[in-house]
């Protein structure tokens, strides 16, 4: 009574002291995961944000796009309806006063269109009127390439030659300073550079000029392209576009040439020039990807949050990029609220925690004393059951049905009763299987010493059968010639012809069976596969017709000679034939045949026979000792072990592939250069 006390005590405090160290663990589990969770929202709060924060400055890029893009069309449709329409192309200046009185009309078109140039050039790209310096004409300057720079420019003369071939062009372009000092622009897009984010050198400028430009070809009424026009706004310091951006969309823009800012919303946060326009301040390298590859790129600073996009040239060169940015205090309101949300809620949870663990410990209490006093009653039957089972009732069964572990172990224990009654049982059973097995195997050896007699025996009587054999075929002979020397007699040739065919015939056979009941030993020479399987199955050949089994030979001519031990290797054969004849009780068809393998440098014996195969059950007993499937007294079961014994000793191997119902090959594998025996030197 007292044992099961202390074993209950144990383990109600067992299971006590388990659930508080698993409520300490879950509440220090659930603490860990709040606070994880509600730093991982607070991430994902950030990162919402911040995503659509640039979805909607990728929506302002692509309006920003779009705004350009109505300039062109603009553009396009002011300065085509003069070009394309044969007003412009039926009257090309050709006296200073009428240059004048078309550079008035197109000065009216740039104020109109808020263009920055309109320039008309003809067939050989020369200029023909510039409308803001209608002195300046005759020239080429459009049809330059100016690659001396220190900056890149635009090509010109591309945009105008295709031009000419009749195509109309909308791009923006870098244009040099030698042709925006023709056009008058030289000072509207000279821009001093600023200290910003990089220091700027000292009195340096931006003397390029960004373009939008639009080039078509100027056609006569008739249609023919008489020249063309080159119109374009220039962008350096043009507030105008940012100006209504920033009116539009709420965010601060900008427009770069290169790494430029040459137009732009934004001011200068730092340095001597902070509170400035930010206009003439150099892009950041470290977010030059725009610029560098040509691609989307994306930046977050401490208080903006940005978005470039490039401006690409009739080549399809990146020039200049477009910039929408956004202040990050809309993310800092944004997450300060949220985080007031996050303190109560952890509070909370606090709370909800310390009143669970009580909770918990209540009822761990509760099923502690439940569970066991069921499990130390369990436990007693086990006992009592081990106690009956030691004085020998094995027939005892328990009866436990707790749908738990221990009616496991109640299994468990009857499992091992009924296998010690049933051991108790087939012990004896077991000893009378042995000792048969015994006496089956000293049966077997009985037998092998009968073959070795018999052997010997067919050794004797062969001896005996040579000499007359001799003095048959050597009469014969004799015969033979007396009769070849009388006339008319072919029918008596023929008959002493067939009397010395058939001796010879059973001389042979009777050598072969000298042959091989010789008593074998373990010497090797060199000898001829072909010729040892020709001699085996000239014994069985007869047999074999006799039984319906038709017998077929394909020997490999290239098979070399090899060393090995020819009454083991005939044995092999002979084994191999023997079971292939048997599993054809209704004739069927034999096949040996031989082949060299010159890439393993092997030689390969096949025996296949159209037999009934081999079960699936008995094909990993093949080569098993005293393993057979013939009935009794027709088979010792150690043919094929025999078989396996020789060919391992030989360094080869045996394999087999078999069809039930349709027959079965056995292939042997031997090295055709078996290694010389070692000479021992006796000193």
């Known amino acids: 009574m007292m044992f099961r006390l202390s074993l209950r005590k144990k383990l109600v405090y067992t299971f006590l002291g388990g659930s508080l160290l698993t409520v300490l663990l879950f509440s220090i589990v659930i603490k860990g995961i709040m606070n994880d969770y509600i730093q991982r929202l607070a991430e994902v709060r950030l990162q919402?944000?911040?995503?659509?924060?640039?979805?909607?400055?990728?929506?302002?890029?692509?309006?920003?796009?779009?705004?350009?893009?109505n300039i062109f069309e603009s553009i396009t449709t002011t300065v085509g309806a003069l070009a394309q329409s044969g007003a412009v192309g039926d009257h090309l200046p050709q006296t200073q006063a009428e240059r004048q009185r078309m550079a008035g009309m197109l000065q009216r078109v740039q104020h109109e269109t808020s263009l920055s140039m309109i320039t008309l050039v003809n067939l050989e790209g020369r200029v023909i009127l510039r409308a803001m310096n209608p002195e300046a004409y005759g020239d080429d300057a459009l049809m330059r390439e100016y690659e001396d720079g220190p900056k890149p420019?635009?090509?010109i003369r591309r945009l105008l030659l295709n031009a000419l071939t009749g195509k109309t062009i909308q791009s923006f372009e870098a244009f040099a300073p030698e042709i925006l000092s023709k056009e008058t622009l030289d000072d509207d897009a000279k821009i001093q550079l600023k200290n910003g984010v990089l220091p700027a050198p000292a009195n340096t400028f931006e003397e390029r000029g960004l373009m939008m430009?639009?080039?078509?070809?100027?056609?006569?009424?008739?249609?023919?392209?008489?020249?063309?026009?080159?119109?374009?706004?220039?962008?350096?310091?043009?507030?105008?576009?940012?100006?209504?951006?920033?009116?539009?969309?709420?965010?601060?823009?900008?427009?770069?040439?290169?790494?430029?800012?040459?137009?732009?919303?934004?001011?200068i946060n730092r340095g001597e020039s902070k509170g400035q326009s930010a206009t003439g301040t150099l892009l950041d390298p470290e977010r030059d990807r725009v610029l560098s590859r040509g691609e989307l790129?994306?930046?977050?600073?401490?208080?903006?949050?940005?978005?470039?996009?490039?401006?690409?040239?009739?080549?399809?060169?990146?020039?200049?990029?477009?910039?929408?940015?956004?202040?990050?205090?809309?993310i800092a309101s944004i997450d300060k609220a949220q985080s007031e949300i996050e303190k109560t809620a952890e509070s909370r949870t606090n709370i909800y925690i310390v009143v669970a663990a009580l909770i918990s410990m209540l009822v761990a209490i509760g099923i502690a004393?439940?569970?066991?006093?069921?499990?130390?009653?369990?436990?007693?039957?086990?006992?009592?059951?081990a106690?009956?089972?030691?004085?020998?009732?094995?027939?005892?069964?328990?009866?436990?049905?707790?749908?738990?572990e221990i009616e496991l172990l109640s299994k468990q224990f009857n499992s091992m009763a009924s296998e010690l009654e049933e051991s108790h049982q087939t012990l004896e059973r077991k000893v009378d299987e042995?000792?048969?097995?015994?006496?089956?195997?000293?049966?077997?050896?009985?037998?092998?010493e009968k073959m070795v007699g018999i052997g010997q025996l067919a050794a004797g009587i062969a001896h005996e059968l040579n000499t007359p054999l001799g003095t048959i075929i050597g009469y014969a002979?004799?015969?033979?010639?007396?009769?070849?020397?009388?006339?008319?007699?072919?029918?008596?040739?023929a008959d002493v012809e067939e009397i010395i065919g058939q001796a010879g015939r059973c001389r042979d056979l009777v050598k072969n069976l000298l042959n091989f009941s010789r008593r074998s030993s373990t010497q090797m020479t060199d000898a001829g596969i072909n010729e040892i399987i020709r001699n085996i199955i000239a014994l069985v050949e007869h047999d074999f017709e006799m039984k319906g089994v038709n017998v077929r030979m394909d020997l490999d001519s290239k098979v070399p000679n090899t060393r090995v031990n020819e009454n083991e290797i005939a044995q092999v054969v002979m084994n191999l034939a023997n079971n292939a004849g048997d599993s054809m009780p209704e004739g069927g068809e034999l096949r040996v045949s031989t082949r060299y393998d010159e890439r393993s440098d092997r030689i390969c014996i096949e025996v296949h026979d159209t037999g009934c195969g081999i079960k699936e059950s008995d094909r990993t007993r093949v080569f098993e000792p005293f393993f057979t499937t013939k009935e009794v007294g027709k088979g010792t079961g150690l043919g094929l072990s025999i078989c396996y014994k020789i060919v391992e000793n030989h360094l080869g191997s045996i394999e087999f592939d078999t069809v039930t119902g349709k027959g079965t090959t056995f292939r042997v594998h031997l090295p055709a250069r078996m290694p010389a025996p070692e000479k021992v030197h006796v000193g």
């Not at 909607?56 to 705004?67: G, L, P, Q, S, Y």
């Not at 208080?303 to 200049?320: A, D, F, S």
């Not at 004085?391 to 009866?399: A, H, K, M, T």
């Not at 002979?477 to 040739?493: C, G, I, V």
């Open 434 to 448: 042995r000792t048969r097995e015994l006496k089956e195997s000293q049966e077997a050896m009985v037998q092998q």
């Open 213 to 267: 430009t639009v080039a078509m070809p100027v056609r006569s009424s008739s249609g023919k392209i008489v020249g063309a026009v080159l119109a374009g706004r220039l962008l350096n310091k043009d507030q105008s576009i940012v100006t209504d951006i920033q009116k539009l969309l709420g965010d601060s823009a900008s427009i770069f040439l290169g790494d430029v800012r040459i137009a732009t919303t934004a001011t």
């Open 297 to 330: 790129s994306q930046f977050r600073s401490d208080r903006q949050l940005g978005l470039y996009e490039p401006l690409r040239n009739y080549e399809n060169q990146v020039v200049g990029a477009i910039w929408i940015g956004r202040s990050l205090s809309f």
């Open 153 to 155: 420019v635009s090509s």
């Open 48 to 69: 919402f944000v911040s995503e659509q924060g640039q979805r909607e400055i990728r929506t302002n890029v692509a309006i920003f796009k779009d705004a350009f893009q």
């Open 387 to 404: 106690e009956i089972i030691e004085n020998g009732r094995l027939d005892y069964r328990l009866r436990i049905d707790s749908g738990d």
């Open 477 to 493: 002979q004799m015969l033979r010639e007396d009769l070849a020397q009388q006339p008319a007699t072919p029918a008596n040739l």
């Open 369 to 385: 004393s439940f569970f066991s006093k069921r499990v130390t009653f369990r436990i007693d039957q086990l006992r009592k059951g």
